[in-house]
């Protein structure tokens, strides 16, 4: 059976002071769930928040990471470093970094094989721009993200994907997609899984919705049957949001 999962995404925010009293109150606060409950703190605070949360449920996830075991590459962070902090799971493929740091779908199976290579579990963001939702190439582009990034892999990797289809012109916008887009596009997703794969693996991906998940949408959005959780930017920075988005879980 597929997991549920909420994981909160918290960008190029928080310093250490900040990240620590998130993570304290968060912890304090967390509420009873079978659903899995991740943070993505930046690369810097990754390692006190892994300690910090040693004893919790919450799982801390890397952001990012780059395709090389280590060598020249300035500013970047390897698997390795990552697994020998204690960090088992990354975002790769988030919006942001596709626009705003050049990341292709080509680039981006290579992430994904290092990652798997490295025996990390993954979480895979693509989506829509909004002219290709308006032209109705939506489902295309979807399609695409996904062949070019994913559909190389073996059977067996998927039990270590998490796939998040976050609609660009939803994400820190205030704009969510409606739960019947977010549940047509989810559909869409596990059809196309089936196509490329079998309908077990399809089945069984956990696939995360992401894009101005709030306390008053997200009840909606979990209650349609192909959504599994939420990847959640501004919300997962408050925390008293961030745990009504759990509970709504
Ligand atoms: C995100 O950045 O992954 C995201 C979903 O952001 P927000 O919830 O702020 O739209």
Redesign the pocket.
């Known amino acids: 059976m597929r997991s549920k999962i909420v994981a909160g ?1 918290w ?1 190029m925010n928080n310093n250490q002071d900040e990240t620590k009293k998130l993570l304290a109150t968060l912890s304090a606060k967390l509420p009873d769930t079978t659903a899995e409950v991740m943070v993505a703190p930046t690369f810097v605070n990754l390692s006190k928040a892994v300690n910090h949360l040693e004893s919790s449920l919450i799982e801390v996830v890397a952001q990012n990471m780059h395709f090389a075991e280590n060598g020249a590459y300035t500013g970047e962070i390897s698997a390795d470093m990552l697994l020998n902090i204690g960090v088992k799971t990354v975002i790769l493929g ?3 970094r596709r626009a705003y740091f050049g990341e292709t779908d080509e680039l981006l199976a290579k992430k994904v094989d290092a990652a798997l290579a490295a025996n990390m579990r993954i979480i895979f ?1 693509f989506g829509e721009e909004l002219e290709e939702r308006k032209s109705g190439s939506h489902f295309e582009v979807v399609k695409r993200q996904l062949t070019n990034a994913l559909f190389h892999l073996k059977p067996e990797a998927w039990s270590k994907i998490v796939l ?1 289809y ?1 609609p660009v012109w ?4 205030g704009e969510t997609a409606s739960p019947e887009q977010a549940q047509e596009m989810h559909a869409f997703i596990r059809k196309t899984i089936t196509e490329a794969f079998d309908a077990t693996i399809a089945d069984g991906v956990s696939i995360l919705y ?4 709030k306390p008053n949408n997200a009840n909606e959005i979990f209650s349609k049957p192909d959504v599994d959780g939420g ?6 920075l408050v925390c008293d949001d961030f745990v009504a988005i759990i509970k709504a879980i």
């Open positions: 995404n960008k988030h919006s942001e963001c998040a976050e939803a994400i820190g916008t992401g894009g101005s998940v990847l959640i930017g501004g919300a997962s």
